[in-house]
Nanobody, 126 residues
């Protein structure tokens, strides 16, 4: 099992920024993709950004493109999500997730991820 611990959430004004971190430990050999997903009350869970850890290839959900950046540290033990130009619609619980996905699988499909952190809350105020 891969253990994931998120941090860095909080409350920020519209137009501000936050940097989320996800510490990864445990059976990391079971994983080749790490991603950030979010869910707001009453809404479906959606993909924010994913990184294929072997090659640093990144994938972004529609809401994140151009504003958010996913990255990992050199030791591949921490994944970051830099969020700029935040908007009130970005308010949600943000989860870090881990999975082992094949080359043809949709990396942004949250149902394919097997291990999840507890989440960190992001609130963007007007």
């Amino acid at each position: 099992q891969v253990r994931l611990t998120e941090s860095g959430g909080g409350s920020v004004q519209s137009g501000g920024y936050l940097r989320l971190s996800c510490k990864v430990s445990g059976a990391t050999y079971h994983s080749n993709c790490l991603g950030w997903f979010r869910q707001a009350p009453g809404k479906e869970r959606e993909a924010v950004a994913v990184i294929y850890t072997g090659a640093d290839t990144t994938y972004y959900g529609a809401a994140a493109k151009g504003r958010f950046t996913i990255s990992q540290d050199g030791a591949k033990t921490t994944v970051y999500l830099q969020m700029d130009s935040l908007e009130p619609d970005d308010s949600a619980m943000y989860y870090c997730a881990s999975g082992y996905l094949g080359p043809k699988q949709d990396k942004l499909l949250w149902q394919l991820y097997t291990d999840w952190g507890r989440g960190t809350q992001v609130t963007v105020t007007v």
